[in-house]
C-alpha cells in the first residue's frame, strides 16, 4: 500500500475546495492516511461534497471548458457603433459593415483583426475602401476610438457566468478578433484573469472564422472540441465552430444566452454570482415553489422571477444559500437534512442569538425571520440580508497598507468587545447556556473526545490533560461567547475598516469572553514551519501592522475596561489542546471509515477542520503525512506554552490604566529603544547609544547654541516693529540644527518606522529630548519641533495623499513653511468637538468652507502657509461622522485673520494665536484628509503624540524654573540670612523636587505606553499626565516666582512666560475636566466589569 489513494470507483479522484473564489485541488491523500477505504471517503466526506463532487465528474465528460466571444457576447457589439459613426458622417446605414463584409480577407478590416496592419495604416485603407463605397470620402480614422469608447461595461450576466463556471472547475476562453492597440485590448474593459486562456486575432494572425484560430483556443484550454462551447453573435463564426464540433450558443441576449448556457452545462447555475458559491447540489435543493411562497406570504417579497439560489461552500456545516429574489440580495441558513444530533446544528439557535445580539451594537446582517415549520422546505431555516463586503481569508491582509492592516485588527478587536459587552439579560439569552463553569466543562469534553479517538500516545495531549485543570482561572467571566470567533468569519465594509457582519454563531453559547480573544489569536501560537498554516510565529507581523498578541490584548483590555488578562497561558494552551483534540477526532474516523450513517455534526466539525487549516494557510497544497502530525504538533506548542508559563500576576505597570499582563507572554512587536524592549527607561542614561548620542548632541546643542541666545531672541521680540517677523537668530540656529542633524525629532519611529523623514526616536527616547527643549523654550521651533506644525506634520504622514504630502508636508518638513490648526470656534463650546459649526460644501470640482475660527495658533506667523481645517461636512450623519479636516491655504481668497489673541499679554509672537474668518473658501476636493467624516478619525490620531509633548516639555520648563530658584534663593538675603535658609523655601524646593519627579514618571510611563501598546491603549495615561503636568507646572513655577518676588512677574525672567503657558495647557488640549471625565469613566467600568 503506497500513498496513493486507492478507492477504484472514485467519484473522487480529486478533492476540490474552494476558497477566496478560487478553486484549490487537494489530492484525497489529505485525509493523512495512506489506508483510507473507500467507505472511509465516503464517510467523511460530506453529503454535499459528495454530490458536488459527482456533477463535476459527469460534467468533466461533457463540458471541460466555454469560450466567450468579446463584441456582442461580453461587451456590446461594436455594429451599434458602426451605424453610429455612419450617422455621424452622413454615410448611407450599412456601409462600414458592408465594405467589411464584401472587402473579404484581403480587407483592411480582416487584415487588421489578423494583425496585418499598423493603426493608421488601416485608417488610410479603410477610408480608401469606404469611400469607394459610399462615393464620398469618409474619413475613418476615428473609427476604432469610436469603438472602443462605446465597449468599456461588461455586461455582468456573463461575467457572473464566466465566474460561475470558474467556480465549478471548467475553464473559460475568451475568443476575439481584435486589433492591437498599445496597453489596452480586453485589459482596458475587464479583468484578464477571468479567463484562463485569451486568444486575440491580432496577436495569433488569424481571425475567426478561420479554423486556425480555434484549434489554438482549444490547444490552449487543453480540451476536445467537443468537450467545449462557444458563445458568439455571428452565425458565421459559430458555423465554422459547430462545423469543428464546438457546441455553440448564438447570443442575440446575454442574459438569455446565459439560460441557454446553463442547460448546456448540465443544469449549473451561471447567475448571479456570489463569491464562494457554487450551484446547488441536487440533494441540498429546496423545492422552490414552497420557497417562492414563504417570500411571498411571510416576507411580503413579490416577483415575476422565481428565486435564484446558490450555495455557500465556505466553513458552515448548516447548508447556506445565497438568495437573489425580488431584487433582495438576501442569505438563507437551513439544518441539513436528514437525522441529526438533537443539539447539532441548531439554526433556531443561531437566529435568535443574533437577533438579540444585533439590537445591542453587535454587527450582524438584517435578520429577516425564522421558519421552523419543517414542511416548507423540509427542516428549519433562517432568512437574513446578504452583506456585500469583504471577507479576508489571508489573516496577513496581502495587498494593503500598514496602517489600513492595523484598522482592520483593530475593528476586529472592537467587534469582539461588542460581543462580550452585550447585556444577557436584557438580550433575553439568560437560558442561552450555563453560566460559569464554561472552561471546566469544556476540558472534560474534549480530555474525553481525545481519549475516545487516540490513534498514538501523544504525550503532549496527556500532560495538558493533566495540566490544564490544575490551572483553571481563578475566575471566569460569563458573557456571550461566539465560539468560533476568527477574521475569515467577519465581514467588512467594501472599503472602509468596519466590521458589517459577524457570521458562523454555531458555536456560541455562554461562557468565557478570553476563549474567544484566544481564538482569534491562535495564529500568533500555530506551530511555525508547517506548511499549510500561516504561524505569525515565523513572521514578521509587527512590519505589516499587524498588532501583536499584546497590543490586540491591551486594546481588547481598554475596550473592556479590563485591567489584564491573567492566566493568558492557560487560555493559549486551552485553545491548542481543543484544537488538537479535534483534529484527532477527525483523523481517527477518517481512518476508521466506519461506522452506520455519518455523523453529520463530525463530519461539519471534518470540514471546519480541513477548512480551518487551509484558511489559516496560503493555499498551498497540503501534504498528507503533515496533516497526521497536525494533532500532535498543536498539542505540543500548547504544552510548550503551559510548561513555560508561571501564571503569576505580573507588576502593574499601570496606576489606573491598562495592566500588562503576564510575564510569560512575549512581546513581537514594540517601538521601543534597541535593548529596552518592555523596559520602561526612567533615565537618559539607559536610551540606546544611538539615542544617547542624539540626546547628548541636542543637550550640548541647546547649551552651547540656544540657551546664549535666548535673550537676544526675547529683546528682538520686545520691539513692536518686529512683533511678526522671524528673528535672523532663529533662522540661523535653525540652519545650523538642520546641518546637524538635529531636525525633525518629534515624528514617532511608529509613523515613520523606515526613518525617512524623521530621527526614527520612539516616544519615550524623544521624552528625553523634549525636557531638554522644554528647558529653553525657543528650542522645539530651531529643532523643528514645534506645535502645532508637529501634529499637522503627523497628520499629514498618517493621512495625507501622496499630492498633500508633496505640497505640504515636504516643505513643512524642510522648515520652510509653518501651519495652523484651526477646530475652536468663538461661538461654541468647542472642548466638545461635536458642537463646531464651521461648514465644508462640496460644489462640483471644489469644496466650499465658511467659519469662524479663533486659538488658532501659529496662524499670523509670517510664513503660515496651510491650514488644517475642521467643519461638517454632513449635519445629517452620525454625530462622530458629521466632521472633516481640510487643508485651506492661507493666502486663498476669503480667509482673513481679524485679531491676535493675548495670553496675559503674551502674543506669543511670532507664531500668535489668531482669530479667522473663513468666508466662502474654496478649494479642491483633493484638499480633504483621508475622506468626508473622517475628522474625528483623524482628531484621535493627531492628539497622542502632539500632547505628550506639550508634558515633556513641561517637566524642562520645570526643571529651568527650580533651577532659577535654587539660584536666586542662595544669593539673596532677607532677614539676615539667603533665602534658602528659610525653611518655606526649602519646602517649596523640595515640593517642587517630589513633584517633578512623580510627574516625570507619569510622562515617561505615558511615551512607553504609547510605544508598545499604542497611543489608543496608552488613551488613559495620556489623558492623566495631560491634567497632572500643567498642574504641576504651575504649582512649581508659582513657587519660583514666588522666591524671585516682584522680579518673577516680570519680563526679566522667563518664570512669567512659562506660568503664562502652563496655565494655558490646562485648556489647550482640552480642558482638565475633559480629560477628568475620561479617566474616571474608565475607572468605573474597570470596576464594573471587575465585578462580573
Ligand atoms: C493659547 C491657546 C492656544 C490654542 N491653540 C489652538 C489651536 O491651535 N487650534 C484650535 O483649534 N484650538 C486652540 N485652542 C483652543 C482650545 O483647544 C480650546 O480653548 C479648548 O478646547 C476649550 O474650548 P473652549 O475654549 O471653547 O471652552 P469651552 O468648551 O467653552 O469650555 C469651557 C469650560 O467648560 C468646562 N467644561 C467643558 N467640558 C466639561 C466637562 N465635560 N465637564 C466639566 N466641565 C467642562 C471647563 O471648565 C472648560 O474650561 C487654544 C487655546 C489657547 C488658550
Known sequence: MNGDIKCKHIMIKNWRLVMDGRMHRFPLRILGTPHISEAGCRQILSPRIQAATLMAQHRTQTTKAVIFDLGGVVVPSPLAAFLE???????????????????????????????????????????????????????????????GNGLTTPHQSIIDAVKSLRIEGLKTALLTNNWAMEGEGPNRIMDRDLFDVIVESSKVGTRKPERRIYEICLQQLDVKPEESVFLDDLGVNLKAAKAMGIRTIKVTDPDKAVLDLEREVGGLCLRRFVDGTTTVPEHLRIPMDRLETFFNQKLNLHSTEPPVLRCFQHGQSNPTYYVYYAGQHLVLRKKPPGKLLPSAHAVEREFKVMNAVGQFGVPIPKMYGLCEDSSVIGTPFYIMEYCKGRIFKSLHLPGMTYQERRDIYFAMADTLCKIHQVDISKAGLDDYGKKGGYLKRNIVR??????????????????????????????????????????DNLIFHPTKPEVIGVLDWELSTIGDPITDLCTCLLNYYMPANFPMITSFQNMDVASLGIPSVQEFMDIYCQRMGIPSIPSWDFYVAFALFRFAAIIQGVYKRAISGQGSAPNSKLVGEFVLCIICICTLGQGSAPNSKLVGEFAKLMAEEGWKIASNSNLRPTVSMAGGGIQLGNTGGKRNYSTSSEGAVNQMTVSPKGLSPRAKNLYDKVKDFIEKEIKPAESEVMEFYRQEQNCWKVCPTVNRLKEKAKAAGLWNLFLPKEADPEMKLGAGLTNLEYAFMCEEMGKVPLSSEIFNCQAPDTGNMEVLVRYGSEQQKRQWLTPLLNGEMKSCFGMTEPK?????????????????????????????????????????????????AATHRQQSMILVPMDAPGVKIVRPLSVFGYLDNPAGHAEVIFENVKVPLDNMLLGEGRGFEIAQGRLGPGRIHHCMRLIGNTERAMELMLERTQNRVAFGKPLAAQGTIQQDVAKSRVEIEQTRLLVLKAAHMMDNYGNKVAAPEIAMIKVAAPNMALRVIDRAIQAHGGGGLSEDFILAGMFSWARVLRLADGPDEVHLRSISRQEYRKYNLSKL
Open 85 to 147: 459613426y455612419e450617422r455621424k458622417l452622413g454615410l448611407p446605414k450599412g456601409s462600414i459593415s458592408r465594405t467589411v463584409v464584401e472587402s473579404g480577407d484581403s480587407g483592411a478590416w480582416n487584415r487588421l483583426e489578423r494583425g496585418e496592419l499598423t493603426l493608421s495604416e488601416f485608417a488610410d485603407k479603410f477610408t480608401e475602401d469606404v469611400s469607394a463605397r459610399a462615393g464620398k470620402r469618409a474619413d475613418m480614422s476615428g473609427l476604432l476610438t469610436y469603438i
Open 446 to 487: 474534549w480530555s474525553k473526545q481525545y481519549e475516545a479517538s487516540k490513534t498514538e500516545e501523544i504525550e503532549a495531549m496527556n500532560k495538558l490533560m493533566d495540566w490544564l485543570p490544575k490551572h483553571l482561572p481563578e475566575r471566569e467571566a460569563v458573557t456571550i461567547a461566539h465560539g468560533d470567533f476568527r477574521l
Open 828 to 876: 461654541v463650546a468647542s472642548s466638545d468637538a461635536t458642537n463646531i459649526e464651521s461648514s465644508i460644501t462640496r460644489e462640483r470640482d471644489h469644496y466650499v468652507i465658511n467659519g469662524h475660527k479663533w486659538w488658532t495658533s501659529g496662524a499670523l506667523h509670517p510664513n503660515c502657509k496651510i491650514c488644517i481645517f475642521m467643519g461638517k461636512t454632513d449635519k445629517s
